[in-house]
């Protein structure tokens, strides 16, 4: 079975400063990537997806990821951010074939944006 | 497009009280998809269905949970009776297969339960 582990819970960072959140995943089989935001009291929306192809994925709000098969990597970041950036960022993986229920999500990691 | 829409937003109830949670996926969508969203757990995938047909209830923790979806267009999640460590925010997702092995789901705002 796939699992997902977010390395960092909790991730404070000034405004217009550089931020990894990162994601290792453990798999049998090839899988689907995922990176989806959950601001304050709403629902999760996807930021960014990693299907196949090249293996550096850009998302919505200047946000980009890299797979890195040999290191099971989904690494987020972000060059500069910005104080609307404060959420919870939930990174998830899915086998290729699985079911559609199939899809995991790591614990979360609260990014927090500081002026 | 409105979105995934779940209703209440806020519920708080008592221990031993029924509750019901309601969702209404996108049009069109023929997955649905019912989490549970707790500090302890994270987020897990309690049931889903494919054209209004649930297809993995693996992770409904216990008998207390049922879930129906009568049509494409709504579905149910009730707990009776509720106890307190059923407290938790519970998210309802939609999503269009279209025959490929992913799509995106979209998900509703979650309803914020409280059982005291």
């Known amino acids: 079975a796939q699992s997902v582990t977010q390395l960092d819970s909790q991730v404070p960072v000034f405004e217009e400063a550089p931020v990894e959140l990162r994601c290792n995943y453990s798999s049998s089989v090839s899988v689907y990537l995922f990176w989806y935001v959950q601001y304050p009291n709403q629902g999760l929306q996807l930021l960014l997806k990693y299907l196949s192809g090249s293996t550096l994925v850009k998302g919505i709000n200047g946000f980009e990821a890299e797979f890195n098969k040999s290191q099971t990597s989904f690494h987020l970041r972000k060059p500069s951010v910005h104080i609307s950036d404060t959420a919870e960022y939930f990174c998830a993986v899915k086998n290729y074939g699985g079911s559609q229920g199939n899809l995991i999500f790591g614990k979360g990691t609260k990014l927090s944006v500081k002026p | 497009d409105a979105g995934v829409i779940q209703s209440p937003r806020h519920e708080v109830t008592e221990m031993g009280q029924e509750v019901t949670l309601r969702c209404k996926p996108i049009s069109g969508h023929d997955y649905l998809f019912w989490y549970r969203q707790t500090m302890m757990r994270g987020l897990e995938l309690l049931i889903y269905f494919n054209n209004n047909v649930p297809i993995d209830d693996s992770g409904m923790p216990e008998d207390r949970f049922s879930a129906k979806m009568p049509n494409a267009s709504f579905s149910t999640l009730k707990i009776q009776p509720s106890e307190p460590r059923d407290s938790a925010v519970y998210f309802c997702?939609?999503?269009f297969g279209g025959g490929v092995s992913y799509n995106e789901q979209f998900f509703g705002p979650g309803t914020r339960l409280t059982v005291l």
């Open positions: 997702a939609s999503s």
